[in-house]
Nanobody, 123 residues
Framework: EVQLVESGGGLVQPGGSLRLSCAASGFIFSDYAMTWVRQAPGKRLEWVSGISLGGSVTKYADSVKGRFTISRDNAKNTLYLQLNSLKTDDTAMYYC????????????????RGQGTQVTVSS
């Protein structure tokens, strides 16, 4: 059974930073691309970033490019998202998602997602 457990969210002031983690189990983590998506209150799921199975290819939504960094540690079966220069518009529930392929496709929401970790940016 695929399990994805996110952590690292919290309350942060504008301009602050957070590091999200996603512990994966139940599948061969290094065989699949992974994705971060988010959902703000009252809005649809939004693709944030994706990373290829080996980590050599990363892509970002325009809204987070230059501020967020996706990475993975295949030895630890863990996906990360470093969030810097946070804005109030970044407030959302953040989910990691397993893709069904090895490569990144911009805009995909994954075939399975975790329960999410809440990020709140507020002064």
């Amino acid at each position: 059974e695929v399990q994805l457990v996110e952590s690292g969210g919290g309350l942060v002031q504008p301009g602050g930073s957070l590091r999200l983690s996603c512990a994966a189990s139940g599948f061969i983590f290094s065989d699949y691309a992974m994705t971060w998506v988010r959902q703000a209150p009252g809005k649809r799921l939004e693709w944030v970033s994706g990373i290829s199975l080996g980590g050599s290819v990363t892509k970002y939504a325009d809204s987070v490019k230059g501020r967020f960094t996706i990475s993975r540690d295949n030895a630890k079966n863990t996906l990360y998202l470093q969030l810097n220069s946070l804005k109030t518009d970044d407030t959302a529930m953040y989910y990691c998602a397993k893709e069904s392929r090895s490569y990144v496709v911009v805009g995909t929401l994954g075939d399975q997602r975790g329960q999410g970790t809440q990020v709140t940016v507020s002064s």
